[in-house]
């Protein structure tokens, strides 16, 4: 028996950041979409513990841990721990979702890794439960569950859905080297000694999705972990300008970077973005959201 789950990655259309808090994180107000660029995650019967990463020629494989730290090992121990059963089955993650990119793929591979093995081991655990393990996992997971556009609160993980109707096009350029979250994130209490306690409402954000206006969206896109990201890659400043003279509505960093993302007026336009950035950058990719959190696609 054995079931492949498939976790989007996720986009953050506003990103308002605030101080670190006392337990070290940083209080989040971000409005995160689902994007059609996902990740597969296959359970299968088997009497030990083995997890395996394919990954496309662009991915590099060693950036993937295989043991013992991936966030796959770490929900099933979570999960398994949960339910005292034991660890026992045979795990592939096939990837598609850049590798730290700011797209959030190991999350999505933990929240795929919860709805698969919890098939696989007939918990049936509940909605609340899987939502409150998948937030000790990390910020990101809860939304991996929930997909669609949601708003983040707390760290990211308390989320709560937002109505959003429209299919929006976007281009997405992947870098060749990953940033560190964390590294962006002390580059940003560098830049931003005065950051408030709390973030702002992203009210500017969800209203101009209620329009389905992408030139109105474009204008209310936001990322306060931008600056940082681009204080730390330079290089993408130029990507950035070079996606908005050449038709994307606007461009900007994805989360913590250095994934680079493009919003586009629609399927045509996002092709023809995406055509002119091929020329000079190898992987260019054309998505749109939102789509659904962690699903089973295939049951065998
Ligand atoms: P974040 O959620 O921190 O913003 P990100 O989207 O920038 O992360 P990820 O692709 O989730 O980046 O990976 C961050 C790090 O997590 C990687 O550098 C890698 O070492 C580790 N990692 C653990 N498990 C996985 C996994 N299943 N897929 C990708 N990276 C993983």
Not at 16 to 45: I, K, M, N, W
Not at 67 to 72: A, F, I, P, Y
């Amino acid at each position: 028996m054995s079931f492949t789950v498939r976790a989007p990655a996720k986009i953050n259309l506003h990103l308002g950041v605030g101080a670190p808090r006392e337990d070290g994180f940083h209080p989040l107000v971000t409005v995160y979409q689902a994007v059609g660029l996902c990740d597969d995650v296959t359970a299968s019967r088997s009497p030990g513990w083995t997890l395996g990463v394919t990954v496309p020629d662009w991915i590099d494989a060693d950036a993937v841990p295989v043991t013992g730290d991936n966030l796959v090992d770490r929900a099933a121990r979570l999960l398994a721990g949960h339910h005292g059963v034991e660890l026992h089955a045979a795990v592939s993650v096939a990837k598609t979702i850049p590798v730290a990119g700011g797209m959030a793929g190991g999350s999505a591979d933990a929240a795929a890794a919860l709805v698969a093995l919890d098939r696989l081991w007939e918990l049936e655990t509940s909605d609340d439960d899987l939502l409150a393990l998948a937030a000790e996992l990390g910020s990101d997971v809860p939304f991996a569950l929930v997909g669609g556009t949601a708003l983040g609160t707390g760290r990211g993980e308390l989320v709560e859905p937002v109505r959003d109707p429209t299919t929006w096009w976007w281009v997405v350029v992947p870098s060749g080297e990953g940033l560190s979250t964390p590294e962006v994130y002390r580059r940003f209490d560098e830049l931003t000694p005065d950051a408030p306690a709390e973030p702002g409402p992203a009210k500017a954000l969800l209203k101009a999705l209620g329009t389905g206006d992408p030139v109105v969206l474009a204008g209310a896109l936001h990322n306060d972990l931008e600056p940082a990201a681009l204080d730390l890659r330079p290089d993408l400043s130029d990507l950035l300008e070079l996606g908005e003279q050449n038709g994307a509505l606007r461009g900007m960093v994805s989360g913590s970077g250095p994934t680079c993302l493009f919003l586009a007026e629609d399927a045509d336009a996002a092709r023809e973005v995406a055509a002119r950035l091929s020329e000079d950058h190898g992987v260019v990719l054309v998505t749109n959201g939102p789509v659904a959190g962690a699903h089973v696609v295939t049951y065998a």
